[in-house]
């Protein structure tokens, strides 16, 4: 009796795991599809972009949209790096880097202190303010941003898109940063603090490395924003020859009419060094956003 008992239980467990197994397929096969229709509708306008960049303005309204052109030419490449790109690609890199590394050196100062001084008020407070600086838009605090660089006499400088950068990019960063140097044992901050290291030394010597994960990750997104940043631009710069990337799209534009070959090759060379990052940095990057579910 016991014995029939028992190969029935295994029976049941045998079909429970069997149809387990059919419905985890069913749902990869559904992820599949889902997956390979998300990968056209993102692949499809990035290739009408790079092949219509290659056609001149006649070919391009003329033939269809999605066919290669019968004549593949560089000269909207050539008219877009004659048009003072470099110039305009190094603003970009410079209002970029001003940005990134003050902000992420001070983001993980500050979380660091936050993680640290976890009794401390004066600390809970800052990261009250820190979490209160994510939930305003850069768009409703342009007008008093114009008037402080106006005030601060930097308008029409690339140090005035830099500034306001850096105080909406430090935000997330300590957020990010927080979380993830609360993960790192207290064991070791005590092991170090044992061992007489201060506190300048566990961050250089052990919070730096174990969050590098971290610190590539806010870098990239942050990096993206900065890098393809519109408003900013716009309203605290004047002068052609501070015109970063985003705004260089203006000068193929005419009163009548838009050059968009030119315009789709200054994209693609605008994008290009964030793709050639991403690639780079891709690793540090998945692991830096996986890593608050692996632990």
Known sequence: MAVATSAQATTTRASGGTSYGRKLIRLNWLGGTAGWLWLVIVIVPIYWIVVSSFKDQSAFFSQNPFTLPADPTVANYQLVIKSDFPRYFLNSVVVTAGTIVPAVAIAFMAAYA???????????????????????PLQATIIPVYLLIIKMHLYDSLLAIVLPSIAFSIPLSVLVLTNFIR??????????RVDGASEWGMLRSLALPLTRPALVTVSIYNGLGVWNGFLLPLILTQSPDKRTLPLALWTFQGQYS????????????TTLPIVILYAIGRRQLLSGLTAGFSR
């Not at 001084?117 to 600086?133: I, P, T």
């Not at 790192?184 to 901050?189: A, D, G, I, Q, T």
């Not at 050059?259 to 200054?266: D, E, F, K, R, T």
């Open 183 to 192: 993960d790192v044992p207290k064991e070791l901050f005590e092991s170090m």
């Open 114 to 136: 936050i993680v640290r001084g976890a009794g401390s008020r004066f600390l809970a407070g800052v990261n009250g303010l820190f979490l209160m600086g994510l939930a305003i």
């Open 258 to 269: 838009v050059n968009v070959p030119a315009v789709l090759a200054s994209v693609v060379l």
